[in-house]
């Protein structure tokens, strides 16, 4: 970690939220930084020249101190004008101890000084950039008085009613100095921080629609996709029944179009949920009618290639489990899907088993498993990726965008499961993955059996 890294923990406490926040711990803790390392060499300097610790060692150690002890207001407070204001009383003190000189033990002021020049306008312009027009407007007016005191010193009381031509031009610089400096400054900081503002309203109102999207697409792929499958049903029906020849291509007609359409839809909702995986949203979750919602909805699917699919629950499921059902019901219809593309012979099974739950939390293994060719050990290195398609795809000519499977897998993992396969080529897959649901604690059911991943498959 980076010393200015050091510092902004030190100042910052838990990481700010907003972008205000980071920033405003950003400036303070390059102040500090710069003060630090100038505060260094100005203690050698000393040093060099007093051969030995002084008191003005001391006034640099403690002022130093003071300005960490102020920087850490931010832990607190997060609040810009509150640490300005302060911050400024603390510099402009000890800017005119710096205009202090000592005679024979008595301290006097030296007056005003062009030397002074880079301090005021140094913080003025640290109080303007973190946007707050209260604590600029206090630095610039308590600047002000500060300079004209000095001014008076340097003329003496004798010689206030002459101005005095250098004294009165140091002052008068050093005066519009910082109000140029302010009238540049706290602008830019009004800017930066309404600009950083607005950005986060926007990336809030973006990750809203995102959330709504992701609704539309889940209600998308439920509710287009079953009445296709009931359409295709039927018009399967209609083609074993006797039909002339001019009707039995139009069904024909019906049919494949229907096919091309849910190819079609397929491909669009899995790239366009490609992006969704999000945080889960846990609510109740009643895992019996997922797993019969996707069995019925692959059910023409499967019948028109001779497989029969069916579902497994081993074990009692708590009736007070939560989960994400949205993200469920996608995973196991993206799998089920895939299983029935590359499956000839045999059929398919969703299968849950239920482990035996504990005080919070109840332990469930979701799979798909089917009797298809099986995926090689080469294939199964990458089959996760996005955009890849196994070999035994490419040879069956089947297509698809490749994101099936990568977007399982990352809907699994905002569940906070891992998606695993287990296969064999010839002897078929399955596909499996296990999460920690939590239990509403107003109910628990104890009557649970566990159920290995073998015995369920």
């Given amino acids: ?160 009613p002459v101005l005095g031509d250098a004294p009165y031009h140091r002052a008068f610089q050093l005066q519009l100095s910082i109000v140029l400096t302010a009238s540049i400054t706290v602008p830019i900081g009004e800017i930066v921080y309404k600009t950083l503002d607005d950005l986060e309203e926007q990336r809030d109102r973006a990750e809203r629609a995102e959330a709504e999207r992701a609704d539309y697409i889940a209600t998308v792929s439920h509710e287009v996709r079953t009445p296709l499958n009931g359409v295709l049903s039927l018009s399967d029906l209609l083609l074993q029944t006797d039909l002339s020849k001019q009707q039995r291509e139009i069904a024909t007609l019906m049919h494949r179009s229907g096919v091309n359409m849910l190819e079609m839809i397929n491909s669009v909702l899995d790239t366009a949920k490609a992006e969704e995986a999000g945080a889960a949203e846990f609510r109740p979750l009643n895992v019996n009618a997922i797993l019969s919602e996707v069995r019925d909805l692959f059910a023409w699917s499967a019948n028109s290639k001779g497989l029969w699919i069916g579902i497994d629950i081993r074990g009692d499921i708590a009736e007070s489990l939560q989960g994400d059902p949205r993200y469920i019901r996608q995973i196991l219809s993206n799998l089920t899907s895939n299983a029935i593309k590359f499956t000839q012979d045999g059929g398919i099974r969703i299968g849950v088993g239920a482990a035996k739950p504990d005080e919070t939390t109840q332990a469930i293994t979701f799979y798909v498993q089917d009797t298809g060719p099986g995926i090689s050990k080469a294939d199964q290195a990458r089959i996760f990726d996005p955009f890849i398609q196994s070999e035994t795809a490419k040879g069956a000519g089947k297509r698809g965008t490749g994101l099936g499977l990568s977007i399982c897998k990352r809907l699994v993992r905002a569940m906070g499961g891992e998606l695993r396969l287990r296969s064999s080529e010839g002897r078929g897959s399955i596909f499996h993955f296990t999460l920690d649901l939590p239990l509403d604690k107003t109910e628990t059911n104890t009557e649970t059996a566990t159920v290995s991943l073998n015995e369920a498959a």
Wanted: charged share 10%; net charge neutral.
């Fill in 1 to 160: 970690m980076t010393l200015i890294g050091i510092i902004e923990a030190f100042i910052g406490g838990s990481e700010p939220k907003s972008s205000r926040e980071r920033l405003l711990v950003r400036i303070v803790a390059l102040t500090c930084l710069v003060l630090i390392v100038g505060q260094s060499f100005n203690l050698i300097s000393m040093s060099l020249m007093f051969e030995g610790w002084s008191p003005l060692h001391n006034i640099s150690v403690a002022f130093l101190a003071t300005t960490l002890v102020i920087a850490c207001l931010l832990r607190w407070t997060r609040n810009a004008t509150i640490f300005g204001v302060v911050f400024t009383c603390l510099f402009l003190t000890a800017l005119t101890a710096s205009a202090m000189t000592s005679d024979d033990g008595i301290y006097s002021s030296s007056g005003i000084n062009t030397s002074l020049t880079p301090a005021f306008i140094a913080v003025m312009a640290l109080i303007g950039l973190l946007g707050s027009r209260l604590a600029a407007l206090i630095c610039l007016l308590v600047s002000s008085v500060l300079i004209w005191y000095l001014y008076s010193l340097s003329m003496g009381p004798m010689n206030v």
